[in-house]
């Protein structure tokens, strides 16, 4: 069986060329035709995107620790934190070199056990742009520009210069809460 194409002859193939577009129907706004999407549509769409990804994600790194509601501000004395008893943490979920990330009253703390029994706490927030440093083996990493610290909040690598800062906890019962005992 032979088959046999036709194909537009050069001069057909240069206004096909010229005009890719012709026969549909084109709109100012679109630059192309209508109902197809431009730049900054898909641009907009894929920042939705990545938005709602991180958002995923964000709402994932901060599971476990729900607020209860009734937290007061890291350092105040004898506040309470998101547990159903207000601590912040149980000493036993804190792992022994190193740190458990929590909120209490809107505040993102680390929760440190350097070593077994002794828990103190830093804020969570990065003091080069502000970003939530994460709980690693043995440090603390900022995910935004790679700055990392000490268990103690000592600024190792990074853009950081400065320390994270401590904040007041105290252990009771097997317990952590805000603020001193």
């Known amino acids: 069986m032979t088959r046999t194409t036709t194909r537009p002859a050069p001069a057909e193939q240069g206004a096909e060329q010229d005009a890719p577009h012709q026969d549909a129907p084109h709109d100012e706004h679109t630059n192309g035709c209508t ?25 994932a790194a901060c599971g476990g620790t729900a607020d209860a509601g009734g937290a007061t501000t890291p350092g105040a004395g004898g506040g309470t934190g998101s547990g159903a008893d207000g601590a912040l943490a149980q000493v036993a ?72 800062p401590a904040v007041a906890v105290h252990v009771k019962d097997g317990a952590v809460f805000s603020g001193t005992a």
């Open 35 to 59: 109902g197809c999407l431009d730049r900054r549509q898909v641009l907009r769409g894929a920042g939705g995107v990545t938005l709602a990804a991180a958002g995923v994600v964000v709402l």
């Open 93 to 164: 979920d804190v792992p022994v070199g190193g740190a458990l990330l929590v909120e209490a009253g809107g505040q993102k703390l680390l929760l440190v056990q350097e070593t077994a029994g002794t828990v103190t706490a830093l804020s969570a927030i990065c003091t080069h742009q502000g970003c939530t440093v994460q709980p690693a083996e043995g440090e603390l990493d900022c995910p935004c520009h790679g700055s990392t610290f000490q268990l103690d909040g000592t600024p190792v690598s990074g853009p950081a210069k400065e320390p994270l």
